[in-house]
């Protein structure tokens, strides 16, 4: 029977970042929805009113083309493209791990975005636009941040470690991708995406960290289990000495050696080591 255990450490090397790479990207998150926010704040917003006009309101010959792409975008793509990200990344590293990175990154991206739409209560465009042209159903909520962005963009960063190098920038283009569509669709403002792409990096970045932090606490469990059946062990050969029993098994107390999936910069994914018990 296959454990769970032998489920949970990816099966090969997955390239997590530095964790002042994941520092840095978290800040840049941070950063980016700040200035979103306090640009909302001021009523700083000519520019991004007249970038949405400019990416909603296209020529009919462009539309006939840009909408069929844009359905690739909607809650139903986006489901459908990530549930074969996940898949794929579960088959490729034989390990529940990158279901649980990307599980997490979207319920810390869908929850901080949905925080700041209660605080902001910003209207969709096509609510105070005239002009705007709205080309899928009324949506749901406050306009800010765009929470379908923070999603997208977070699981996009969390797989990235478990994905092979070409994809990595594919799915961090759908992300982008799924921002544009989001005001080509009608129902949100370039700022809107832009602040959904700072909580999206920010909660990536938190996965990040969490995935080096994993393999640290793993190992020093597993050299805890190691020291007690150890110790364990040679507690039993010295009865069994004192009781002229003593093992003639070599194997008895040999510990078997771990193995490790390279995590990136010197780091390993432990596997917990077993010592060989006698029959």
Request: with cysteine; aromatic share 6%; net charge positive.
């Amino acid at each position: 029977m296959i454990s769970l255990e032998s489920w949970w450490w990816p099966k090969r090397p997955v390239r997590v970042p530095r964790a002042r790479t994941a520092g840095l990207l978290a800040g840049l998150g941070a950063a980016l929805f700040g200035v979103s926010a306090v640009l909302l704040k001021t009523g700083t917003l000519g520019w991004d009113e007249s970038l949405f006009r400019l990416l909603n309101e296209v020529p009919a010959a462009a539309a006939s083309v840009l909408t069929p792409l844009s359905r690739l975008f909607l809650p139903a793509g986006i489901i459908t493209v990530v549930a074969l990200i996940v898949v794929y990344a579960l088959a490729r590293n034989r390990s529940i791990l990158p279901v649980v990175a990307g599980a997490a990154a979207a319920g810390v991206a869908w929850l901080l975005a949905h925080v700041a739409k209660a605080i902001a209560d910003r209207l969709r465009p096509y609510q105070v636009t005239a002009d705007s042209v709205l080309r899928q159903q009324p949506a749901h909520g406050t306009s800010f941040p765009s929470s379908h962005t923070a999603v997208t963009l977070a699981v996009a960063i969390a797989l990235v470690p478990f994905l092979a190098r070409p994809l990595a920038p594919a799915g961090i283009g759908y992300a982008v991708l799924t921002g544009w569509s989001r005001v080509y669709l009608g129902v949100h403002y370039p700022l809107d995406i832009l602040g959904g792409a700072g909580i999206g990096m920010a909660a990536a970045a938190v996965i990040l960290l969490a995935l080096r932090t994993l393999p640290r606490r793993a190992g020093r469990a597993a050299n805890g289990h190691n020291a007690a059946d150890s110790t364990e062990s040679r507690e039993e050969d010295s009865r069994g000495r004192a009781d002229g029993t003593a093992s003639c098994d070599p194997s008895a107390a040999t510990p078997v050696r771990p193995r490790h999936w390279r995590l990136g910069a010197g780091q390993a994914w432990p596997q917990r080591a077993a010592v060989r018990r006698r029959a």
